[in-house]
């Protein structure tokens, strides 16, 4: 689905490509900041504590869903510059793309570039031979990992836009919730293997997102009826 | 890198340059693989002389304003203009860019995942002549670095070649060369690739058939890149050849020196370009000064070329035509034409169907495209493939590689823009590819590793 949002909305306009990779290699810089902290916790740590590696992951989870928002914010600030720059390049005045859109794109990539990073790995293997769960593990590792997978790619296209719409209109709590939704999502899946645990509760965050992000990007319950009916 | 506007087209330059230095430098040398070493020789000499073509790039910028001052029309035009109009159609050609960059490396990634034969080891190419197999890290590291001299000074010497023969008109020569090396990059390499795939599954072919194939794709590229094609057709064939070269270089290039050489061919790529003694500068100077094009099929063009209907007789509208550049020499330039139309030279090519001026003012848009060396693509790819074939991360660092140089592509075309003239495209991306590659091989890797074990997400 992802890809798909992608061709449909991204694919025709060169600037939203740009932006687009642009994000995922924002997102990919934090990945690399925050691993690099772990990977320096890890090694400077005891190897044979269960608990501690088990403690240090955590502490690296959320470092790096820390580290994902600020460079989330660090984007921001790079396009709002861009705007002004794009603003006095063009011919009328105004930006051939807005902040809006933006934000929607930069939600995208990221969600794009976490995903890949996520499923990638995962998917070359599935196309080799072997049982899934062999060893008492569950099952369902590999559905599971698909619809988390999605559910975290909706999550951060939305999250840019809210992102973004509190760092416009300076509403920091609207920034803190969507840094506490993230940290929540991420801390569900801590209850892996438990499904219950995890994939619920995102998708009912995801539910509340996708409908906060439709609020502010100035839908409202008419336009959806409208485009459900189809322009009646 | 070298950027410019197009304005100066004598495009009808074939890739000669290519085929000639081909020729002059085709060494009987003992190979370790005895078909493929002269073969390969050809490719690194096509290869160089593609870079050198890259340094026509500033030139033409020179020569394209001068000319664009030239024209009635657009004296009013003041540079401002220019340069929104340019910077607006920017993302446009940044895109144009990316997708053939993207297709390569796919094309690389694919098949050096599926097809076992360009990740064996079956020996080195005549320019690396040290082994990398020796027990010791110093020995190793020894041996790497002394590749990476040999290779770069071996490149040195060509593009030095390349410019000498250009800058004292042995043309035909040039010709000759190009044609020759291209034509063997065609038939010889497509033969052993379609070889390989066709042997990793287990695909029966006969020799006849395998023989038309081959002789149809090599006769209409070598049409295609040296002469008249439609764009799309011309486009492709130079991606394919650049990815089959890429393919060389992977195979054939051991680890640490080909990581060694990336980065070698990076700061060489700069100081060629930028020093004002830099061969590819020279060479772009030579090239401007007297109004002609880089050597056609060593360059990549994203888009085709209108003329301008202009008042001035010479400058007779033309239909649309294609820049082909010899991907040899022009390795790494960037072209950025401005939207305006100059009073574009007409392309010297021979058969220029002239369309009558009109009107005094007819301008065209002219959809000129930025262009980027084939050089360019040739180490992009190696970059990725080398990534793909060697990275125990597999498919996170080949995607984290491609990021990177996608960006690193971007902020050139964005410098290109705020210079406009011939930049060097290899530095910047190079740069963020491998320390890409190097920290997600290390550091991301056990992460994410870890973190799939325990099906945890960030």
């Known amino acids: 689905p992802?890809?798909?949002?992608?061709?449909?909305?991204?694919a025709r306009d060169p600037l939203r490509i740009i932006i687009l990779i642009a994000g995922a290699f924002f997102w990919l810089v934090s990945l690399l900041l925050s691993s690099l902290i772990w990977f320096i916790a890890v090694k400077a740590s005891d190897p044979q504590d269960e608990r501690l590696q088990k403690g240090l992951l955590i502490f690296g989870v959320m470092f790096s869903v820390l580290l994902q928002e600020a460079f989330r914010f660090l984007y921001y600030k790079l396009l709002r510059k861009a705007i002004e720059g794009l603003v006095a390049l063009s011919e009328d005045g105004c930006s051939p793309i807005s902040i809006q859109q933006m934000a929607y794109v930069a939600g995208v990539g990221f969600g794009l570039m976490s995903g890949a990073f996520s499923m990638i790995n995962l998917l070359a293997d599935a196309l080799g031979p072997g049982t899934v769960g062999i060893h008492g593990d569950s099952q369902l590792y590999f559905l599971t990992s698909a619809f988390m997978t999605m559910v975290l790619i909706f999550l951060h296209t939305f999250w840019g836009i809210l992102f973004f719409h509190?760092?416009?209109?300076?509403?920091?709590?609207?920034?803190?919730?969507?840094?506490?939704?993230?940290?929540?999502?991420?801390?569900?899946?801590?209850?892996?293997?438990?499904?219950?645990?995890?994939?619920?509760p995102s998708y009912i965050l995801m539910a509340a997102a996708a409908a906060w992000a439709y609020l502010l990007s100035g839908g409202s319950v008419q336009n959806l009826r409208r485009f459900l009916l189809c322009k009646s | 890198m070298i950027t410019f506007m197009n304005n100066s087209d004598s495009e009808e330059e074939p890739c000669n340059e290519r085929t000639s230095l081909m020729s002059a430098e085709s060494p009987p040398v003992p190979s370790y693989q005895d078909g493929l070493q002269a073969s390969e020789a050809g490719e690194v000499q096509t290869h160089r002389k593609r870079r050198a073509g890259s340094s026509r790039g500033p030139n033409n910028i020179a020569g394209?304003?001068?000319?664009?001052?030239?024209?009635?029309?657009?004296?009013?035009?003041?540079?401002?203009?220019?340069?929104?109009?340019?910077l607006k159609y920017g993302a446009k050609h940044v895109i144009m860019l990316f997708v053939p960059v993207t297709l390569c490396m796919i094309v690389v990634v694919a098949t050096i995942k599926s097809v076992r034969f360009y990740t064996e080891k079956n020996g080195q190419l005549i320019y690396t002549p040290f082994s990398e197999d020796t027990p010791s890290v110093g020995q190793r590291l020894l041996n790497s670095v002394l590749n990476t001299?040999?290779?770069?000074?071996?490149?040195?010497?060509?593009?030095?070649?390349?410019?000498?023969?250009?800058?004292?008109?042995?043309?035909?020569?040039?010709?000759?060369?190009?044609?020759?090396?291209?034509?063997?990059?065609?038939f010889l390499f497509t033969y052993i690739y379609l070889g390989e795939v066709l042997k990793t599954y287990n695909v029966a072919?006969?020799?006849?058939?395998?023989?038309?194939?081959?002789?149809?794709?090599?006769?209409?590229?070598?049409?295609?890149?040296?002469?008249?094609?439609?764009?799309?057709?011309?486009?492709?064939?130079?991606?394919?050849?650049?990815?089959?070269?890429?393919?060389?270089?992977?195979?054939?290039?051991?680890?640490?020196?080909?990581?060694?050489?990336?980065?070698?061919i990076s700061i060489y790529d700069l100081m060629a370009v930028l020093c004002p003694k830099g061969p590819l500068r020279m060479l772009v100077e030579t090239a401007q000064e007297?109004?002609?094009?880089?050597?056609?099929?060593?360059?990549?063009?994203?888009?085709?070329?209108?003329?301008?209907?202009?008042?001035?007789?010479?400058?007779?509208?033309?239909?649309?035509?294609?820049?082909?550049?010899?991907?040899?020499?022009?390795?790494?330039?960037?072209?950025?034409?401005?939207?305006?139309?100059?009073?574009?030279?007409s392309?010297?090519?021979?058969?220029?169907?002239?369309?009558?001026?009109?009107?005094?003012?007819?301008?065209?848009?002219?959809?000129?495209?930025?262009?980027?060396?084939?050089?360019?693509?040739?180490?992009?790819?190696?970059?990725?493939?080398?990534?793909?074939?060697t990275a125990s991360g597999d498919w996170n660092t080949t995607l984290a590689c491609f990021v990177?140089?996608?960006?690193?592509?971007?902020?050139?075309?964005?410098?290109?823009?705020?210079?406009?003239?011939?930049?060097?495209?290899?530095?910047?991306?190079?740069?963020?590819?491998?320390?890409?590659?190097?920290?997600?091989?290390?550091?991301?890797?056990?992460?994410?590793?870890?973190?799939?074990?325990?099906q945890l997400y960030i």
């Open chain 1, 2 to 10: 992802a890809f798909g949002l992608f061709l449909f909305t991204i």
């Open chain 1, 166 to 200: 509190g760092c416009e209109h300076r509403r920091w709590w609207e920034i803190a919730a969507v840094i506490v939704m993230h940290l929540t999502v991420s801390g569900s899946s801590f209850c892996n293997p438990l499904y219950v645990g995890s994939l619920v």
């Open chain 2, 64 to 86: 394209g304003e001068m000319s664009g001052s030239g024209v009635p029309v657009r004296e009013s035009a003041p540079e401002n203009e220019e340069e929104e109009l340019t």
């Open chain 2, 149 to 186: 001299i040999i290779m770069i000074s071996v490149i040195i010497v060509m593009t030095v070649f390349l410019v000498l023969l250009y800058k004292y008109r042995c043309y035909k020569f040039i010709h000759g060369w190009l044609i020759l090396s291209s034509l063997m990059l065609l």
């Open chain 2, 205 to 264: 072919m006969d020799y006849p058939t395998l023989f038309l194939v081959i002789w149809n794709f090599g006769a209409v590229g070598m049409i295609c890149i040296h002469w008249k094609g439609p764009l799309q057709l011309q486009q492709a064939y130079l991606i394919m050849i650049s990815a089959l070269m890429a393919l060389v270089f992977i195979k054939y290039l051991p680890e640490w020196s080909a990581w060694v050489i990336l980065g070698a």
């Open chain 2, 290 to 345: 007297r109004n002609e094009p880089i050597f056609p099929a060593l360059i990549y063009s994203s888009a085709m070329m209108w003329t301008v209907g202009m008042a001035k007789p010479d400058t007779a509208a033309r239909g649309p035509s294609q820049q082909t550049w010899d991907a040899a020499e022009d390795g790494r330039e960037h072209h950025r034409s401005p939207s305006h139309a100059d009073s574009r030279t």
């Open chain 2, 347 to 389: 392309e010297t090519r021979s058969p220029v169907p002239t369309r009558p001026v009109t009107s005094l003012e007819e301008l065209e848009e002219e959809e000129r495209g930025v262009k980027l060396g084939l050089g360019d693509f040739i180490f992009y790819s190696v970059l990725v493939g080398k990534a793909a074939a």
């Open chain 2, 404 to 454: 990177a140089i996608l960006i690193g592509l971007c902020l050139t075309l964005l410098l290109l823009a705020v210079f406009k003239k011939a930049l060097p495209a290899l530095p910047i991306s190079i740069t963020f590819g491998l320390i890409f590659y190097f920290s997600t091989d290390n550091l991301v890797r056990p992460f994410m590793d870890t973190l799939a074990s325990h």
